[in-house]
């Protein structure tokens, strides 16, 4: 059953055990029922925080599980998690390798896509990984930049993976 709740930065309120009910008041104080004992008015330390409960919308939640928090992105797929554990691999490889770890990262990106990203000083790459079968391709600020001699295959491991982004960069400049 959905209810209507005021959002306001964490900052500002820090609530933990269980809740009933955390109702907003115009004057920027809240009340707050727990599920044991009485309930507990709080009243804001500084005017600037009233001004900023009383900008904070009202919402709809949906308490689909005990309504503490929003719903999670969806899970991932088998397949996207395979890529994932992959892109990690060779991340940990880039590091054996020498690279800094404050320069790669493995992540999926904002399209559900798995990379494995190198931050040099040109520019954001991102090697992205493939489906079964098909060739590695490398990305540079969004656009495609070239590829890897390599497919995804079983036979093909993430250490020579590693190796062959990390000859790409090389060639590119793009190392210190």
């Given at each position: 059953?959905?209810r209507?709740?005021r959002?306001?930065p964490?900052?500002?309120?820090?609530?933990?055990?269980?809740v009933i009910?955390?109702?907003?008041h115009?004057?920027?104080?809240?009340t707050i029922?727990?599920?044991?004992?009485r309930p507990?008015?709080?009243?804001?330390p500084?005017p600037?925080?009233t001004r900023?409960a009383?900008?904070?919308?009202?919402?709809?939640?949906?308490?689909g599980g005990?309504?503490?928090?929003?719903?999670s992105?969806?899970?991932l797929?088998?397949?996207q998690?395979?890529?994932?554990?992959?892109a990690?691999?060779?991340?940990?490889?880039l590091g054996?390798?020498g690279?800094a770890?404050a320069?790669?990262?493995a992540?999926?990106?904002?399209?559900?896509?798995?990379?494995?990203?190198?931050a040099?000083?040109?520019?954001?790459?991102a090697?992205h990984?493939p489906?079964?079968?098909?060739q590695?391709?490398v990305y540079?600020d969004g656009?495609r930049?070239?590829?890897l001699?390599?497919r995804?295959?079983p036979?093909?491991?993430?250490?020579?993976?590693?190796?062959l982004?990390?000859a790409y960069?090389?060639?590119?400049?793009?190392l210190?």
């Open positions: 059953m959905p209507t709740t959002q306001t964490a900052r500002d309120l820090v609530i933990t055990g269980a009910q955390a109702e907003a115009p004057d920027g104080s809240w029922t727990p599920a044991t004992g507990v008015r709080i009243a804001p500084h600037e925080r900023a009383d900008a904070a919308p009202a919402v709809e939640e949906d308490t005990c309504g503490c928090l929003p719903a992105p969806s899970p797929s088998a397949a998690a395979m890529a994932l554990q992959q990690r691999a060779i991340c940990d490889a054996k390798l690279i770890a320069r790669r990262t992540v999926i990106d904002d399209a559900r896509r798995t990379v494995v990203r190198y040099a000083a040109h520019g954001l790459y090697l990984i489906p079964q079968g098909a590695f391709a540079r656009r930049n070239g590829a001699g390599a995804r295959v036979a093909v491991s993430d250490d020579h993976l590693a190796a982004y990390l960069l090389r060639d590119r400049g793009e210190d």
